[in-house]
């Protein structure tokens, strides 16, 4: 008999198929989102999850799910899975990481090259019939060449970001839990490793890279928007809470701060509805890796780590050693 496994939320037709050759799969491709009662029931009896960051997996999951042995994530991003409470489970937890650097680091560009020069202020202009005669200053944005970009959150996704700024002529700074070694720094475009509140106050262009966890809820919060430039450009394509919502409404409603370009929001989706209401801001619904390459090779690789997950092999991506039993 084969295992059973819960897809947590529609998925390529391509993908079911893929794991339908290993495992007897419940799917969901309506795409219902489940609630914490109906993610626990379809679980009974379940030996693997396909997931993704749309559900929370905690102790009170685990300890509900006895067969349960592997959660696999189709995301780099895993603060919404509790790993200590897992490995304490037995269960192993996987993300995908890797195949999303290049497409991620594209869009934070996208969204800092889109709110410095005002792209999205400029289209919603155009459509609304408001383009009548160009005018010397219209839609002024800031330069992107030859600024300093700061990159909050050095991992493979903000040095991938950092190479990016080498045709444009930019210095980089950055900040990071450890300072990365001299070769890597010179790989990033020779980024010099600043403390954050210097960091803040030194660069153009701030771009946030960071995994979420509890330690660094709201960096990014009045005091810290009150350190950055009055021309500064914010970019967040890593997990809303890091930056205090609130706080950078009331940033570029003051012009604390230019302008910002905002993939992830707190409570995502139902962000702050005064965002909506802001024009020098340019929101996206968090397709930071939503490319046809990166999503499928995503797909394929939570997939792979589920099936090695379930027939004994250690899964290339998994996150708690310890829950694996060879
Ligand atoms: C990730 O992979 O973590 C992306 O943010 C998609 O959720």
């Not at 496994?5 to 799969?25: C, G, N, Q």
């Not at 309506?30 to 679980?43: F, H, I, P, Q």
Request: hydrophobic content about 45%.
């Amino acid at each position: 008999m084969k295992p059973k496994i819960l897809v947590t939320r529609a998925i390529f037709p391509k993908i079911i198929e893929y794991l339908s050759a290993h495992f007897d799969v419940e799917d969901n491709q309506s795409d219902e989102v489940y609630n914490d009662a109906e993610l626990m029931r379809r679980l009974q009896g379940k030996a693997g999850v396909f997931a993704n960051p749309s559900h929370k997996f905690a102790s009170e999951l685990f300890n509900a799910c006895p067969d349960l042995k592997a959660v696999c994530t189709m995301a780099v991003g895993f603060n919404n899975i509790d790993v200590p409470a897992a490995t304490s489970a037995g269960i192993m937890v996987t993300n995908t990481p890797d195949v999303l650097n290049e497409t991620t680091a594209d869009f934070a560009w996208t969204l800092m090259m889109a709110a410095a020069r005002r792209v999205s202020e400029s289209e919603r202009y155009l459509r609304a019939g408001q383009w009548q005669k160009s005018k010397y200053d219209d839609l002024l944005g800031r330069d992107v060449h030859g600024s300093t970009l700061g990159i909050i959150g050095m991992g493979r996704i903000g040095r991938a970001v950092a190479r990016r700024s080498m045709g444009f002529n930019m210095k980089v700074v950055y900040h990071n839990r450890t300072r990365l070694t001299p070769e890597l720094e010179v790989a990033a475009n020779h980024a010099q490793y600043l403390a954050l509140n210097e960091l803040l106050r030194t660069a153009d262009h701030v771009i946030l890279v960071l995994p979420y966890s509890p330690a660094v809820h709201h960096l990014i919060g009045a005091e810290q928007l009150a350190l950055m430039k009055p021309t500064a450009t914010l970019v967040n394509i890593a997990r809303g809470g890091i930056v205090d919502d609130a706080a950078l409404i009331a940033a570029l409603k003051a012009g604390q701060i230019a302008t910002a370009g905002l993939d992830v929001f707190e409570n995502e989706p139902a962000l702050n509805p005064e965002f909506l209401t802001l024009k020098n801001v340019v929101l996206t619904s968090h397709i930071g890796s939503a490319s046809v390459s990166t999503r499928d090779a995503m797909a394929y690789c939570a997939a792979d780590n589920l099936i090695s997950a379930l027939s004994g092999e250690r899964p290339a991506n998994l996150l708690n050693a310890t829950a694996f039993k060879s």
